[in-house]
């Protein structure tokens, strides 16, 4: 069993529902529409641990600021969301939560663990350059 694999077992004790004002993708479906129909998208995968919340909360606040971004999230103990920890398998220090950035229905950045206010807006300040830069 992967370590991955017990840090999700792990975590499905703790919670299972997530509490945000963000739009909820529940499944692969769901996603694979929001990407590719959106051209901007911010996908937060995690629980309502610490870590996570101060990152929803600071999501719920830039989405004000990034208009041309769609904020959502996904929980992690969803088994649809399998695909999400994926991406971070391989990482030495992955923590929930997982913020994935989509532009195009391509993935242009992803990070682990807390983020800050500064860390975020920075990271969608790029993501719309690398927008404004391509047309």
């Avoid at 991955?4 to 909820?24: E, M, S």
């Avoid at 195009?104 to 682990?112: A, P, Y």
């Amino acid at each position: 069993m992967s370590a991955l694999t017990l840090r999700c077992k792990r975590i499905t004790t703790i919670n299972d529902v997530l509490y945000t004002n963000l739009r909820h993708i529940e499944s692969i479906t769901e996603f694979q529409k929001v990407i590719g129909e959106i051209e901007n998208v911010l996908i937060i995968c995690g629980n309502m641990g610490v870590d996570s919340i101060q990152v929803y909360r600071i999501s719920e606040k830039l989405e004000a600021l990034y208009p041309k971004v769609k904020f959502f999230d996904m929980e992690f103990e969803n088994p649809e969301s399998k695909f999400v920890c994926e991406l971070f398998e391989h990482e030495k220090d992955n923590t929930v939560p997982y913020v994935v950035y989509y532009q195009n229905g391509e993935m242009v950045n992803r990070t682990s663990g807390i983020q800050t206010w500064e860390q975020m807006t920075e990271k969608l300040d790029k993501l719309l350059l690398i927008e404004v830069s391509s047309n």
